[in-house]
């Protein structure tokens, strides 16, 4: 048995348009401003995507879904998160658990984690844990320009 770690992370300025919903963990947070990006802005998504390809030595998000290709523009991230879960499944890894960190002064998320644990586990297959925390006014997560994302996991190979 081979055990791999992955670590993700992810981060998007809110957007300057005001119809752009915020999208976090496959939850719409409604009220809230939304995420800027060339998909859905899904930064919580798109961490544990990139902790996932680390984990199978498989490269990163950019390289699979690429910024540039206008099939992915305003793409719902969990549709992604999905395919890099059959990637690292093709690759013969089976993932065992994740755990992720969502960084944002505003808005306030705690009502919206029991939804995101609960998507994210049923893509993923395996046990997710959500935590929301804040920047404590320090740079510019602090100053509520965006919202950041960690993610970490463990996959299995027998």
Sequence with gaps: MTLRVGQGFDVHRFSEDPSRRLVLGGVVVEGAEGLAGHSDGD??????????????????????????????????STLLLAEVVALVAGAGYEVLNADCTVVAERPRLATFVPGMVEALSAILDAPVSVKATRGEGLGAIGRAEGIACFAVVLVERE
Excluded: S
């Excluded at 680390?54 to 523009?73: E, K, M, N, V």
């Design 43 to 76: 930064a919580l998504a798109h961490a544990l995507c990139d902790a996932l390809l680390g984990a199978a030595g498989l490269g990163d998000l950019g390289q699979h879904f690429p910024d540039t290709d206008p099939r992915y523009a305003g793409a719902d």
